[in-house]
């Protein structure tokens, strides 16, 4: 009953958008629906609010656009739908990359399009999304839908899973030595980054990650992060591309839009955040703190959140 509840709520949100406008349904977080940030849209650059229409406006100009997520979030998912709407509803016909989608099952999402290229509830088993450790496909369906029913391709972003698994242990060769060349990652970040993400890294896991494992964890990232960028280059043509993955992910800091940047100078890349309201926090100047004291993103779309659980909660204290 609770996926079909989000189905019927974010399938309601894609009527209201094709009758103009960014519309969205009524919130699905239960936290923080009366915060003064939620639902206003935080310009970075400008220090102002924006409304839907504006934002919707910007993404037009830019070759790439970045839509973060909290993964479990339904509220950022319908803003992620909702804005591949607006850009398609402009006559842009962009690639749609997902950081859900592996190369692993890049050969059965063709086949899967190949057969059926408007059926995106069938692509979930096509790729045995249930296996996949992601959220419910109900989340991420409509996205799907507003690519499919466009007639624009649906891209699998990400690094094949054992590949990933092989980085992350620290095995010799396991970047695949065109990616490491293409995006320098033989070399360290510049050292303010590469502080940054390696703090992230080690925040990630609660402190309790392997000194010796530390810096093969920020290489998988790196390797995820440029793979994710190759595959909007790859794949995007005169209309460019937009991506679909966490919020880690889209920093421009650290992330995916450094790798674009490296790969295709002076290219026109907007980034989008949602970010949940926290209580006590209400200026968006106050979740900078979050990264680092800036906010790595060209706008934060303030949400409701999920909940308020310490994700380290479980964890022992980790050893000195």
């Known amino acids: 009953m ?3 509840a989000i189905v019927l709520v974010l399938l309601a949100a894609a009527g209201c958008a094709a009758r103009g406008g960014v519309t969205l349904a009524p919130w699905q977080a239960p936290l923080e629906r009366e915060h003064p940030l939620t639902g206003r849209i935080w310009d970075v650059r400008a220090a102002r609010f924006v409304e839907r229409d504006a934002l919707a406006q910007r993404l037009t100009s ?8 909290k993964h479990d979030n339904p509220d950022h998912h319908q803003i992620q739908a909702a804005l591949v709407r607006a850009l398609l509803a402009s006559g842009r016909r962009p690639a749609i990359a997902f950081e859900q989608l592996t190369a692993d099952q890049a050969p059965a999402l063709a086949r899967h399009l190949a ?12 790729v045995n999304w249930k296996r996949s450790g992601w959220p419910d496909f109900a ?31 620290g095995e010799p060769g396991a970047v695949p030595p065109e990616l490491s060349t293409r995006y320098g990652l033989d070399r360290p970040l510049a050292p303010a980054a590469q502080a940054r993400l390696t703090a992230e890294i080690r925040d990630a896991h609660c402190g309790h990650l392997p000194a010796a494992r530390v810096d093969s964890m920020v290489l998988a990232q790196r390797a995820r992060d440029a793979t994710l960028a190759d595959s909007l280059v790859s794949r995007a043509d005169a209309d460019g591309g937009v991506l679909i993955a966490g919020v880690g992910h889209v920093r421009a800091d650290h992330g995916v839009p450094l790798y674009l940047a490296a790969r295709t100078p002076s290219v026109p890349i907007v980034v989008v955040a949602p970010l949940e309201a926290r209580d006590g926090l209400t200026k968006p100047e106050d979740y900078a703190a979050q990264f680092d004291g800036a906010l790595p993103f060209d706008f934060v779309w303030f949400t409701p959140r999920m909940d308020y659980k310490d994700p380290c909660a479980g964890f022992p204290a980790p050893r000195a």
Request: charged letters at 20%.
């Open 2 to 4: 609770r996926r079909l």
């Open 139 to 169: 989340l991420y369906q409509p996205i799907v839908e507003a690519a499919l029913n466009a007639g624009v391709p649906v891209v699998a972003g990400n690094l094949g899973t054992a590949t990933i698994r092989s980085v992350a242990r």
């Open 115 to 126: 057969s059926a290229p408007r059926d995106a509830a069938g692509l979930a088993e096509a």
């Open 62 to 69: 830019a070759r790439y656009v970045l839509l973060g997520e």
